[in-house]
């Protein structure tokens, strides 16, 4: 009946945070559109899509994404973003450091405004540009455990570990009890 189809079809609130330039916006229409365009311009505001994945277990998560632009300079503007949110996504690009650390600012806000059951991704972006690393993926690995986030380094040029980003998040959200 209806109430099993409730049960198995749900939505969510995901906002990305990091620096300007890391990829966020790519790794969006990467998921959402299957592309990759290396001339976009930058997001102003906030851009919102969505997309729905099927899991394995039969149910449909639809994710509702708010590619957000503000944030990354007027970062008073962030908690309008990330109410309500049931997931983050917070990238850096694994050829700057400073992104990193940038990413580590998001995610102590993330802890201290965000909702407590709210499902956190590290996510290293431009893993293609892997000759230009100044991020070890164990460095970021283990600040992840740290934190209670999941970590992957992903390409939104390539479509490497894309899917396979929304997909673990997807498996971590709490089912709606039917
Ligand atoms: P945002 O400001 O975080 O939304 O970053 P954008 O998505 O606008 O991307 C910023 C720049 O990085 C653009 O020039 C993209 O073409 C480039 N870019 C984004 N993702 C990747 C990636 O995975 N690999 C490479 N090599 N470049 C990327
Ligand atoms: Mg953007």
Known sequence: ?????????????????????????????????????PTSKVTVGASFLSQTLALEDSTTVKF????????????????LYYRGAGAAIVV???TSLESFN????????????????????LVGNKAD???????????????AERNNMFFIETSAKTAD?????????????PRPTS
């Open 129 to 143: 540009l892997h000759e230009n690393r100044t991020v070890s993926s164990q460095e970021a690995q283990e600040y």
């Open 92 to 94: 850096y690009d694994i």
């Open 64 to 79: 509702e994404i708010w590619d957000t632009a503000g944030q990354e300079r007027y970062a008073a503007l962030a908690p």
């Open 161 to 173: 570990n894309i899917n396979q980003l929304f997909e673990e998040i997807a498996k971590r959200l």
């Open 1 to 37: 009946g209806d109430s099993d189809i409730d049960s198995k079809n749900f939505r969510v609130k995901l906002v990305l945070l990091g620096d300007s330039g890391v990829g966020k916006s790519c790794i969006v229409l990467r998921f959402v559109r299957g592309q990759f365009d």
């Open 102 to 121: 940038k990413a580590q600012y998001w995610v102590k806000e993330l802890q201290k405004h965000g909702g407590p059951d709210m499902i956190m991704a």
